[in-house]
């Protein structure tokens, strides 16, 4: 891995795509898909892996000019952070989807489960060796989570939920070892759902996780959110699931704290791990100073040193205008810079 500075910057995964290539509109007004929706896409599909191409460049480009250390690939080739991964796996009928209750309660279209859940092949290594080929800096690839495919899915094969999360488990982590053989520096696994569904979580979810690490040599994160505050709009006063993950092997924790004013206090049960600290608020457009930014970090540095501290969003930029995205990943680095000042 490059040597990172103190307090990198990173985004959690997403960029916002251009308008030329999804319908915004049309992914705004709607919860993230489950099981494919290739009506969102503008572009041909003789184009559309060209167009999507070209796109990740932008975004991957428009993350270097800002001033970020870690780099994504900004997630631009999926319609969702989870659906491109889950269903590409065998096992799971996509043309016939089930129903599964989404985390605001509400039925929506999910793969259905129909057999044993097996990855037939590698499913973003090659999305991430075209970020490698593009930047020379710090890269990260994120990844859905074992247990949260697991809730947003129809079993009809396995009956009993826990076996299905061990199955996509095995699946992450052949995916996750791939990813690192082919030049990841960080590999992040995305776990909105443990804050969602916190007793399920706990019952199964943790050893879902766990496996889906097994063996794994890398840096790796686990994101866990409110979800996205596009769609999601209230935030609760803090994590339902949270110091639970300080028994798991993964290196890094990714939270949200700006939008939520999240007390931070629960970071003293997550001292082992470096901590992905949410600092841009999503639910805004508008775009925060570094001097903001750097105060939402500043929090943290009561319970965390500096060096165990990531600075990120909150979450995803997916949903927000291209320039209020660029402008808040601008300012982003701007405030790390203001700390790293400030530090010496």
């Not at 989570?145 to 699946?171: I, K, R």
């Not at 570094?290 to 105060?295: G, L, Y």
Request: aromatic fraction near 6%.
């Amino acid at each position: 891995m490059p040597p990172l500075p103190l307090l990198p910057t990173s985004l959690v995964g997403s960029y916002a795509q251009p308008d030329w290539l999804i319908d915004r509109g049309r992914l705004a007004g709607r919860f993230p898909p489950r099981v494919r929706a290739k009506e969102l896409w503008r572009v041909a599909p003789e184009f559309l892996a060209q167009a999507q191409d070209d796109a990740t460049l932008l975004a991957i480009k428009a993350q270097e000019d800002a001033g970020l250390d870690i780099v994504t690939d900004g997630e631009i080739r999926r319609e969702s952070y989870s659906n491109h991964f889950a269903t590409a796996l065998d096992g799971v009928d996509v043309d016939n989807p089930g129903s599964a209750p989404d985390r605001s309660g509400h039925p929506n279209p999910v793969p259905r489960i129909t057999g044993p859940i097996h990855r037939p092949a590698p499913i973003q290594v090659d999305d991430l060796r075209f970020l490698r080929a593009a930047t020379d800096r710090t890269i990260k690839m994120t990844v859905p989570g074992p247990f949260t495919m697991s809730q947003q899915a129809q079993d009809d094969h396995y009956g009993d939920p826990g076996e299905a999360a061990l199955a996509y488990a095995a699946a992450v982590n052949a995916e996750v070892r791939d990813l690192f053989a082919a030049g990841a520096d960080v590999v992040q696994i995305d776990e909105p759902y443990m804050q969602a569904r916190p007793q399920a979580a706990r019952e199964y979810g943790l050893a879902a996780l766990n496996a889906a690490l097994e063996g794994v040599e890398g840096t790796t994160a686990v994101h866990i959110c409110f979800g996205y505050a596009a769609i999601i709009h209230e935030r609760p006063e803090g994590y339902s699931f949270l110091p639970e993950l300080a028994g798991t092997p993964v290196d890094q924790i990714s939270i949200e704290t700006a939008q939520s004013g999240l007390d931070l206090g629960v970071l003293r049960d997550l001292t082992d791990k470096t901590i992905i600290l949410g600092v841009l608020d999503l639910s805004d457009p508008a775009v925060e100073t570094p001097e903001t930014v750097a105060d939402r970090a500043r929090r943290a540095f009561d319970l965390l040193p500096p060096e165990q501290l990531v600075l990120a969003p909150d979450c995803g930029l997916k949903y927000l205008p291209r320039d209020a995205a660029s402008g808040k990943m601008r300012a982003l680095a701007g405030g790390a810079a203001l700390l790293r000042a400030e530090r010496g």
